[in-house]
């Protein structure tokens, strides 16, 4: 028993932690997948739900704090009983937007992991059903077993102080870590859109896509790698037989007035002033003409030319009010606003590309001189 008990605290303790590590990292991410969450409840349950969407920020940076504290209590076996209920809470909580997700199909990515690992909404919920099992180990033993330190423990433990300076220490860095991921970008980039990554070869599939066609008849159903020419049968679904093989990105696409931007994005420098949305911009005006400034330094350069493009998903009244607001003279494009969000987290954000290759990502907080830019497409002073 002292062994099972044991055993579940270091699964459930290095899972969470390993969890809340990748979200603190990009707490902006866990944001978006919690109002998307919020929205489909507002929608589904109550519009009580609306009223949290203005706090998900701090309640992403919270749940990924937390995680990672009870992981950390688990492997010292630090106050048991109050942390063996939060720890059940939580997978109890997490089992039911899982099971909602994958039954409903509301949310196809509950972003347990960020986007490190990607799992489908069945998977995330039989991740999260093997999780409770554990957790309910962990709730019914811990009263007879929290003396029961197990094997592998360290005696420094027994120091509640020590234990205590543990909690305290590990909460102020993910404040930290928050915080910097905030307004400086996310430390490690697990998305698509990382510097480095060649665009157009990410939006095509990395083998050939297999199909089998799901078709009925009589009551039965059956799988054919070939569409049957038999017209008895009843066509069900297409299934993807190799869904690794998929394009990493399927959603990138830019337009403008004059039609498809997506290939010409890919063509020669190009600077993206990405504005999410013109009317939520979490900066001073000071610093957009600043960054303005530099912006026309690289325009009206003679010896370099990068070319800066606004990409938003704001309609086409607002974008227009903020050019000429700040006098900018800017071709303007525009974009989905999820993908925009998933190419930076920041509002208004630049995004670097050379001939579709990412060469730069820089936060509105962080935007830097002309000739770092420069850098990034190889083109010298």
Known sequence: MRIIYTLSRYFVGILFIFSGAIKINDPVGTQIKLQEYFEVFSSDFSSFFELLIPFTLFFSVALCTLEIIIGVALLMNYHMKMISKLTLTLIIFFTFLT??????????????FGDAIKLTPWESFYKDIILLFFSLIIYFLQSKLKNQVGFFYIKIFDDKNFRNGII??????????????????????????????????????????????????????????NYPLDNTFIFKEIKLLNPEAEPKITDYSLWNNDGDFTNESFRGNKLFLIIHDVKKMGISDKKINEFINKVKILENGINYWVETIIVTSSDEKSIKDFNKRFDINLRTVYGDATVLKTIIRSNPGFFLMRNGRVRGKWHFNSFPEPKEILKGVNISL
């Open 168 to 225: 305290i220490f590990l909460t102020t860095v993910c404040l930290i870590v928050s915080y910097t991921a905030i307004n400086f970008l996310p430390f490690i980039d697990f998305r698509s859109y990382k510097i480095g990554n060649y665009i157009p070869n990410m939006m095509q599939p990395s083998e050939e896509l297999k199909y089998s066609y799901i078709m009925e008849k009589d009551g039965l159903t059956y799988e054919f790698e």
């Open 99 to 112: 099971f909602y997700s994958a039954y409903f199909n509301k949310v196809t990515d509950c972003g347990c």
